[in-house]
């Protein structure tokens, strides 16, 4: 809504709506109310930007503070300070006249003073009888004592921003080399593996970090390339592992090799008289479980699961599960083959997954027979949920951007 204007009985000036409750605002200052005065300055300076003035506004309002004589701000005292533009321009570092009425009504836009005009337009105090001041007009600092509270909340969330924005800049910056350094051992020592089709996500991700980023732009960067990072230990951990087992049975053969015979003789009874028995059971070695990824990611490239869970909202977890197994319903996947994923992926990982293939239900035949093939493929360590969450947060982002 824009603010309209007023023309004033004189005619000279306009008064927007901003002003008019900035002059609502001023009333309501508490009796006996104080604050220092370079106090609210320093928060207007650090609340700039929310504020929208510039850094020569700034400077005008510092030149205007210096001609209130006191160091706080009254509520019982004159707040109207009556600087000519000559005197303001030479306070304010020589700022020219048209410049100076430009931020001067930039200062006042933005509520942090109120013009208090007298009849002909002129700055001026005038005097009682012994000789201290009655009245002044030129440019009231009230907005600054009735706005100190304000100023100061939003100097606070600026600063807890910027505090917010370093850290997740510097978080990405440390993925982002964490990635490079395993990226390169990998290649290097020759670990099975795609990596160059992760190389070219790497790439990919680099490539989108603005050149003056903000908060909003390093967000989701962060939140792929640390889905990256795990997809590449999840890998490489998966690879030691399977390395680990097979050097583990080659040292049980020649263990089982080298053993005295005339213990295998002396089972062979016992075995004899079992043969009835059922055979035992085939000792699978133990595998490492796979590792959930950050609940948020998961509705980030799954934002379809939300509606099926609690009161059409999914909060944690719980809700997350509780919504995957109305999707298996839904999608007519056996319950045995849900349970199965969940065996092997883990029950996260495995809502997880029925949120992916719902998202992309329209392009698989069968739900069931796609979760068995990939359950298969995880027990074989040759599934990663990493990949499919990163493909369907860059295909589901394209859509919304451009409807955006």
Known sequence: MQSGSV??????????????????????????????KWKVFRDACEARVVLGVQDRALAVLDALLTFYPESELCEDRSLVVFPSNDQLSVRAHGIAGTTLRRHLAALVEAGLIQRKDSANGKRYARKGNAGTIEEAFGFNLAPLLARAEELAHLAQKVASDRRHFRATKEALSICRRDVRKLLTAAIEEGAAGDWGRIEDMFVELTGRIPRTPTVADIEPILDEMQMLREEIIN???????SESMDSNAVQNGCH???????????????????QGAKPSPEIRPMREPIKAFPLGMVLQACPEIRDYGPNGAIENWRDLLSAAVVVRSMLGV??????????????????????????????????????RDLTRKAERGEFSLGPMLMALMRTSSGPRKASA
């Open 7 to 36: 023309t004033t009985p004189f005619g000279r000036r306009s008064i927007s709506l901003a002003h008019v409750r900035g002059q609502m605002r001023t009333t309501e200052i508490r009796p006996g109310k104080s604050v220092d």
């Open 334 to 371: 056996s319950p045995s083959a849900y349970e199965e994923a969940c065996g092997i992926l883990g029950a996260e990982n495995a809502a997880a997954v029925m949120a992916c293939i719902l998202e992309r239900t329209g392009h698989i035949n069968s739900a069931g027979g796609y979760l």
């Open 256 to 274: 089982i090799q080298n053993s005295n015979t005339e213990s295998i003789h002396e089972l062979e009874p016992s075995s004899r008289k079992e």
């Open 235 to 241: 890998r490489l951990e998966i690879q030691e592992n």
